[in-house]
Structure formats: structure tokens, C-alpha cells
């Protein structure tokens, strides 16, 4: 296989990881679709890198805490050509307890983390024609399999997102792989928080390199379609204490 061409489309894909991904996905070939929220500049910026390389990038804005724009945003990449592959990458990130959650905020979470992934994929493979295969990636989180108290409704929305994707792989097979990326800590969260206390727990006792969030994407996107269903864990260890 090759990512040569082939169309790809990133949700949440003009910043920190999802701007990772994108740009090695690139590199590699593949021409980007880039979904944006609110960072219009940052995806501009993104996707000016990629042109650079001699690779296409759209960019298709959508809010995502809104279904119907999660089923349009799939029928406006297509407009760019088939689509081989769709990585399920943004999310929303809240640091809320149980005294904290509320029905706004509770279904925020599942809206962006769980339900607009599900549409995505819904309406990726309704229409692929055919004698067209394809590839999604969800975007997880170590907190998936190892729950904690201190971020309720995005730990509970990852954790649905993990059984939707094995579940889509089963449903969607044999014309789509479907796998999961859990990470752990790759990038310092935006709110400063110290970064020597993040990794402490972690077996590994450091940081994600970016360049392995690279290969772990590079390895789903491009490697054997016999694999589906699998969460791979970058995370150090740390979903294992």
C-alpha cells in the first residue's frame, strides 16, 4: 500500500495533534482534509505547511456538537474525491468531578467525543462506492481503560468511543478497518499544569515523542488491513497501573 493521492480526512486536524498527524500523513503522500471548529488561523496555517509540500489540503469548517454538520462534513470532503481514510481526532477535554457535571456539560462531551465520531463514520462508510475499502482511526485516551475521578464526562465519553470502535470494526468489516489510537502524555496540557507530576505514574518516566504519535498513525493508515478492532496504547505504560 501507498498513501500517495489518497484523501484523508482529519477531524480537529489544524492543531496540536491533529496538525501532527496531518503533516506526517503528508509527508507521506496523502492529501489532507482539514476539519476545524473555532481555529480558523491555526488551520489556515496547517494547511499552507501541507501545500508547501506539494500535497492538497481543503479546510471544512463544522461544529461538531452539532449532528447534522457531523453528516454534512463527510458529504463536503467528498466533493474533493473519495475518501480513503477518516481519523476521528477532536474532542473536547473538561476537567469536571461528579459535583461538577451538570446536563450541559455532560452532553457536550458525549456529543463531541462520541456521537460526532459515530456519524462520521456512519456517513464515511454509506458512502463509500462499491469497490471502495477504507480506514478510520479514533483518537482515545489512556483514561479509557484506567477511569479516574477528575475528568467524568470525557473519561465516560472516550470509554464509549473505545466500545464503538471495536464495534464499528465488526460492523463495518471487511470494507473498513477500523482502529484506536489511546494516548497518554504526548503534549503538555494548554493549562500549565506541571508536567513532572503528569509523568510520574507513567512506566515509562517520560514524555511521547512526537515522532511516535507519527509512526503509530503511519502503521494504521499504511500497514496491514488485517488488523481491526486493536487499541493501540501510546501512553508509556501508564493505562497498566
Excluded at 449532528?67 to 473536547?92: C, T, Y
Excluded at 455532560?106 to 456517513?123: E, G, K, T, V, Y
Excluded at 470502535?165 to 500549565?192: E, F, H, Q, W, Y
Amino acid at each position: 500500500m501507498t498513501l500517495q493521492g489518497k484523501n484523508i480526512l482529519i477531524t480537529g486536524g489544524g492543531v496540536r495533534l491533529g496538525r501532527q498527524m496531518a503533516l506526517a500523513l503528508a509527508r507521506a503522500g496523502a492529501n489532507i482534509l482539514l476539519h476545524y471548529g473555532k481555529s480558523t488561523s491555526e488551520a489556515q496555517d496547517t494547511a499552507a505547511v501541507i501545500q508547501s509540500m506539494g500535497r492538497q489540503a481543503w479546510l471544512i469548517q463544522a461544529d461538531l456538537s452539532n449532528m447534522e454538520a457531523s453528516v454534512s462534513l463527510v458529504e463536503k470532503a467528498r466533493k474533493q474525491g473519495p475518501i480513503f481514510a477518516v481519523i476521528n481526532n477532536a474532542s473536547i477535554f473538561e476537567p469536571l468531578r461528579l459535583a461538577d457535571v451538570d446536563p450541559d456539560n455532560w452532553q457536550r462531551h458525549l456529543d463531541i467525543n462520541l456521537s460526532a465520531p459515530f456519524f462520521i463514520c456512519q456517513s464515511f462508510f454509506n458512502g463509500l462506492g462499491p469497490d471502495e475499502k477504507g480506514r478510520i482511526v479514533n483518537m482515545l485516551d489512556w483514561r479509557a481503560l484506567r477511569p479516574g475521578v477528575d475528568h467524568l464526562p470525557y473519561t465516560i465519553s472516550k470509554a464509549a468511543l473505545e466500545a464503538l470502535t471495536r464495534t464499528l470494526a465488526r460492523s463495518m468489516a471487511p470494507r473498513v478497518v477500523v482502529n484506536g489510537i489511546a494516548l497518554g502524555a504526548v503534549l503538555p496540557p494548554v493549562d500549565g499544569s506541571p508536567t513532572d507530576r503528569i509523568i510520574e505514574p507513567v512506566p515509562m518516566k517520560r514524555w511521547a515523542q512526537l515522532e511516535e504519535l507519527d509512526q503509530t498513525i503511519l502503521f494504521l493508515m499504511d500497514g496491514p488491513e488485517y488488523i481491526t478492532g486493536e487499541i493501540i496504547h501510546l501512553d508509556g505504560g501508564r493505562h497498566l497501573v
